[in-house]
């Protein structure tokens, strides 16, 4: 059954403490794996595509890679204005036509000033 | 200039009502997609429509009918609403491209409380 695993499910971070969220997927072909950006009240936002193992992405203090099993969202120096919840999305090759995503379950980051 | 819209944002209505939500996308996309967001968080796919055809309907009960009068629109009608169905509800649009993967665009979100 294709899986998508996000940890932690919850990070506090202090302003400028970098760390990573892992997504770990187990699925049967993969078109691509999205980032999404939640705040409370809102809609996801589209942050990165990944396409392959070892590709990376950046914009501003984010940075995304990829591997055959797993990706990381890097927060470098993060700032409060980070906080927000994480979501990390497959796409599956069995998805066809359709397109839908598969979600993990998120990581709700909280930096503190 | 909101690129994908959805009316209401909440929506509280009693066990057994029928109601609707409405979404429209200005992006030109050709598919729209419908998920529910569960208390805890968890985004699910419900329906995927391109070019106004229904594409795919994951487990979701026939209460449930989504509707595009047009390939900017898809609406989501509920009838005999049940506790179970308070939930977040997103609109999503994207436009398929040959081997890229796409991503989608989501609405702000209806807030659903069945009382």
């Known amino acids: 059954e294709d899986q998508v695993t996000q940890s932690p499910e919850a990070l506090r971070l202090q302003e400028g403490e970098s760390s990573s969220l892992n997504c770990s997927y187990t699925?049967?072909?993969?078109?691509?794996l999205f980032w999404y950006r939640q705040d409370p009240g809102k809609g996801p936002e589209f942050l990165f595509t990944l396409y392959s193992a070892g590709e990376e992405k950046e914009k501003e203090r984010l940075k995304a890679t990829l591997t055959k099993k797993e990706s990381f969202l890097h927060i470098t120096a993060p700032k409060p204005e980070d906080s927000a919840t994480y979501l990390c999305a497959v796409r599956l090759i069995s998805s066809g036509s359709a397109r839908q995503l598969t979600f993990g379950s998120g990581t709700q980051l909280t930096v503190l000033p | 200039d909101t690129a994908v819209s959805q009316t209401p944002k909440y929506l509280v209505t009693q066990m057994g009502n029928d109601k609707s939500i409405k979404c429209e996308q200005n992006?030109?996309?050709?598919?729209m997609y419908w998920y529910k967001q569960d208390s805890k968080k968890f985004l699910k796919i419900m329906f995927s429509y391109n070019n106004k055809e229904l594409i795919i309907n994951e487990t979701v009960p026939n209460r449930f009918s989504p509707k595009s009068p047009d390939k900017a629109h898809l609406n989501l009608h509920i009838n005999s609403l049940e506790l179970g169905d308070s939930a977040v509800y997103f609109c999503a649009s994207s436009q398929p491209g040959q081997g890229k993967a796409n991503e989608q665009f989501f609405g702000p979100g209806t807030r659903l409380t069945v009382l």
């Open positions: 992006l030109g996309h050709d598919t």
């Open positions: 699925v049967s072909g993969l078109r691509g």
